[in-house]
């Protein structure tokens, strides 16, 4: 596995947190704490509202903004929901999709998340495609294979070259939000074992190239310890997301 081919990137998932005058006001901080440290992507993924104002606060910066979820249909009679084609033109390069919370709250599941994952890559979106085992499962000794199947189910249908646009999250369901992070080594594990699924579905040289970030409870004391595993290339952020000097000290760590 050749870690420094392939891009680094620390996304901040604000969850339904931040209003536009305090996205912005973040921003504004964060900037300059982050400013020259190109040895990572920096992704920010607001909410819907906040987007506009995040764009305009992130304008001449590293800063990229993302959306935390996308439609699968093009327009139509679908109440409450955006559609891709609405998040390129308001300039989201980035939208988290599958995560645990909207599998868990909003009855998403891996069908829906390869859907919403084709249309986000049709758009020209890159797609932060989050999966992970429930505590249940990890308790049981499945991890590995749900993780491979979540990986297989929500990758159906992609090209080699849609890969080029996906970064994988694992995400622990266990560790999100609840200040309990996985080891590095069982992040760098569950990581390899999409890696291997991904080397088996499409090739070594799609695998290799993939970002396959870590995702729960990451934060400034333990991001050095798991970036700095073979399989793990980023991290994607929660809690320590919403303070500019966490989530700045989380992309030094990844320098
Ligand atoms: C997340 O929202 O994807 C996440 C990992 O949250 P936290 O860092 O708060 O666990």
Known sequence: MNKATRKTVIA???KMNMTPSAAAKLISELAPKVAGKNECDIVLCVPFVDIDAAIKAAEGTNIKIGAQNVHFKESGAYTGEISA?????????????GHSERRQ??????????????AALAAGLKVILCLGELLEAR????TEEIVSMQT?????????ED???????????WAIGTGLTATPEQADEACGVIRNVVENLYDKETAEALTIQYGGSMNDANAKELLAKVNVDGGLIGGASLKSDAFAAIVDAAQ
């Not at 390129?88 to 988290?96: A, L, N, P, S, T």
């Not at 709250?105 to 084709?118: I, W």
């Open 85 to 97: 084609a609405m998040l390129c033109e308001v300039g989201v390069e980035y939208v988290i999709i």
């Open 105 to 118: 709250y909003f009855g998403e599941t891996d069908e829906t998340v390869n859907l919403r994952t084709k």
């Open 163 to 173: 890969l080029k646009n996906v970064i994988i999250a694992y995400e622990p369901v």
């Open 152 to 160: 297989k189910l929500d990758l159906a249908g992609l090209t080699k």
């Open 139 to 142: 308790q049981s000794g499945i």
């Open 12 to 14: 901040g998932n604000w």
